[in-house]
């Protein structure tokens, strides 16, 4: 895990600002002398702020961290007046996670904020806060995201040298037919089951439950993802009770040690989020158990709810994404690849502009967005390739599909490679592969679309030698023609099919 790719080592600037932030805004919050709760308040505060704002540019993160007490606020005097009243709270914790999830149909920003909001609640469940804390809540989560916000953005603005390449836009649609809006009573369902199964097996520690309901259906849209996200995070935190076991209950709450080793895990969480959930949790239960301890009310009893209520949770996420509006894998799955194959042809089209002679024409950023987008091909086939997978001939399909889109990638990078020599001047092969490629998706996009009675454009062939940049392109290109015809074999016959080796 820890040696995972790492390009520009940007996961471990990302993690050590993260520590830096949470630390600065808990030392903020002791300094100006609020209470252990609210300093907690701080921390969480935080460590959302940081790990939440995913905009594309610094502008729109920068707006979008100011926006996150707006939407804390309200919810945070909504969960501490209704401390006294659990059917009152209960009702008003489902709303708030209707809303949140909801809120993913405004792209990165609404995600944030509807994380945000939901986390509010959980802390104050989590802190057991009162009325009579609001005021100095309302000022440790001020203080956390003005601090959070200088380190990122003032003294360690990472996005400044390294732009984050664009989240892709969610999957549309109109209705209950828009992904955004079927997960919102998905998770809304999820959590309400988790809620009242979980207060059976505690009447104090029961948001846990809630919470894992919650972020199983964070980043997933279809039914075999949240499976397998729920799975991965019960396994993350059975590993993470066992070694809170051995680390958080000795330690006992000791400021110092307790201190120091929050630090690792906020290091953990931000770490192993890309490449491991499971891993991501592992951090998660061990931080949990450490402030537990600061709380004074660890316990080894404590730890083994908290597997209980976990297990609730990602039963109740489980059961809603099979019976609640539910999205097949199949289906989300071919919605991403028609959008990376429409990348792959908008790529293309923009490196023969480029070698055209069109300045213009920049084929770095289709580049960076075909890249997030088979991320999310990969998210959607992950339950297909899980090693625990009974399907076999749709397990072969889908590492047939994975590796051909791969294969993809690597063609189109290095074909904008080539685009960004100056030199590589037009070729009308160059034009004609372009075209073919172009042919080549439409046929597996629109399969209905016959593409056979067009020509291809023509461009003047130079007078000269062929360039060597021309000439790698081109192989690219052809390169490129073949792996788009190989994908034609595992999505157009049946899922179920066995698959035929080439």
């Not at 019960?234 to 006992?252: C, D, M």
């Not at 660890?298 to 609730?312: D, I, K, M, Q, S």
């Not at 055209?356 to 580049?367: E, I, L």
Request: charged share 15%; aromatic share 6%; glycine share 8%.
């Amino acid at each position: 895990m820890f040696t995972a790719p790492d390009p520009g080592l940007l996961r471990l600037r990302v993690s050590t600002r993260a520590v830096i932030g949470v630390g600065l805004s808990v030392a903020a919050a002791e300094l100006a002398g609020l209470s252990l709760t609210a300093s907690i308040t701080a921390g969480l505060a935080a460590l959302l702020a940081l790990f939440t704002v995913q905009d594309a540019t610094v502008r729109r993160q920068a707006a979008t961290t100011a926006l996150l007490p707006v939407a804390g606020f309200p919810v945070l005097a909504l969960a501490t007046a209704l401390h006294g009243a659990p059917l009152l709270r209960d009702l008003a914790f489902l709303l708030v996670v209707f809303c949140g999830a909801y809120a993913r149909r405004w792209g990165p920003r609404g995600h944030a904020l509807g994380i945000f909001a939901f986390m509010q609640f959980f802390a104050t469940q989590f802190l057991h806060a009162v009325p009579g804390q609001l005021p100095e809540l309302y000022g440790a989560l001020a203080l956390a995201v003005a601090v959070s916000a200088a380190v990122r953005f003032g003294a360690w603005c990472i996005e400044r040298r390294t732009p984050p390449p664009a989240v892709p836009p969610p999957l549309t649609g109109r209705g209950l037919a828009r992904p955004t809006t079927r997960q919102a009573f998905q998770v809304t369902a999820a959590c309400a089951f988790a809620l009242a199964l979980g207060q059976l097996l505690s009447q104090e520690r029961w948001y846990w439950a809630v919470g894992t309901a919650w972020w199983i259906f964070v980043n997933t849209t279809a039914r075999g993802e949240t499976l397998v996200r729920g799975f991965r995070r019960v396994l993350g935190t059975v590993a993470g009770i066992g070694a809170g076991l051995l680390i958080a209950v000795p330690v006992a709450g000791a400021p110092v040690p307790t201190a120091a080793l929050v630090a690792v895990c906020v290091f953990g969480i931000f770490y192993t989020a890309a490449p491991s959930y499971s891993w991501m949790m592992f951090f998660v239960t061990v931080m949990a158990g450490l402030l537990y301890g600061l709380l004074g009310v660890l316990h080894p009893g404590l730890l083994l709810l908290r597997f209980e209520e976990t297990a609730v949770g990602a039963i109740g996420a489980a059961l809603a994404v099979a019976l609640v509006l539910p999205v097949t894998t199949h289906g989300t799955t071919d919605a991403w690849i028609q959008r990376a194959l429409h990348c792959v042809r908008a790529c293309t089209a923009d490196a023969a502009r480029r070698l055209a002679g069109d300045d213009t024409a920049d084929p770095a950023h289709r580049v960076a967005e075909l890249e997030l987008l088979l991320g999310r091909v990969r998210i959607s086939l992950a339950p297909l390739v899980h090693p625990l997978s009974p399907l076999r001939a749709r397990k072969a399909r889908a590492r047939q599909v994975i590796a051909l889109l791969d294969d993809c990638a690597r063609l189109v990078r290095a074909l904008a490679s080539v685009a960004a020599d100056p030199d590589a001047s037009h070729d009308a092969r160059l034009a004609a592969a372009c075209w073919r490629v172009e042919a080549a998706v439409e046929a597996l996009v629109s399969p209905s679309a016959s593409p056979e009675g067009a020509e291809p454009p023509l461009v003047p062939v130079p007078a000269s030698g062929h360039h060597p940049g021309a000439e790698a392109a081109l192989r690219h290109l052809h390169e490129l023609e073949r792996a788009l015809a190989d994908l034609a074999t595992p999505l157009r016959t049946s899922p179920r099919a066995p698959v035929v080796s080439a």
